[in-house]
């Protein structure tokens, strides 16, 4: 059973260290912003909470800068450590805890979710100018269940992601990931 907990803490790290100036810088996620990626992942950690208890996910997080909320600096956190309590219960697991509302299977919901917390610490990492402590076992675990995702998805893998990144397959896990979910590795603010 992965554990988002520790991503999720990087996550919460992260967001404190964002500066009130850095709302409207870019992120390596196309035409997203600081504000956007912060209201994105407000979106996603409710989704995934609700999924982890077996009830109906809203449609996709999208992200709006205009839409993020003035209290998002106490919110995000709080709802990123309920996220992470959320998915720690083994029966957010079990399909057989899910009365039939979500649209994938117990395990692949979770697995996404610790993917969101992984990659999106990253995006909102290089965008401010921190450093990023990518926890080494949820990346392998993305990276896996990414790679076998494609191969079993490639259309719903398409629609989640943009096209891959080559990366080479001796590159780091980290990197690796990266690439597969269509992000260069070595994307940079502009300036």
């Known amino acids: 059973m992965p554990d988002l907990t520790g991503p999720a803490a990087e996550l919460v790290r ?5 500066r009130d100036e850095q709302l409207g810088a870019p992120t390596p996620c196309a035409a997203t912003s600081v504000a956007g990626l912060l ?18 996910m809203p449609g996709p997080a999208h992200g709006s800068a205009a839409a993020l909320p003035a209290i998002w600096r106490a919110l995000l956190p709080h709802q990123l450590d309920v996220l992470a309590q959320a998915w720690a219960a083994p029966e957010a697991w079990l399909d057989s805890g899910h009365p039939g509302h979500a649209p994938l299977p117990a395990g692949v919901l979770g697995l996404i979710a610790l993917d969101e917390l992984v990659v999106h610490g990253w995006d909102l990492a290089v965008a401010t100018g921190q ?45 690796r990931l990266l690439g597969q979910t269509g992000r260069d590795p070595d994307w940079s603010p502009p300036g």
């Open 14 to 18: 992260l967001v404190d260290g964002v």
């Open 39 to 56: 209201d994105h992942l407000l979106g996603l950690t409710h989704a995934f909470r609700l999924a982890a208890a077996g009830q109906p």
């Open 131 to 175: 450093e990023h402590r990518p926890d080494p076992v949820a990346t392998q675990l993305c990276l896996a269940f990414l790679v076998d995702y494609e191969s079993a998805a490639p259309d719903a893998f398409a629609a989640m992601f943009g096209p891959r990144v080559p990366v080479p397959g001796d590159a780091p896990g980290f990197r």
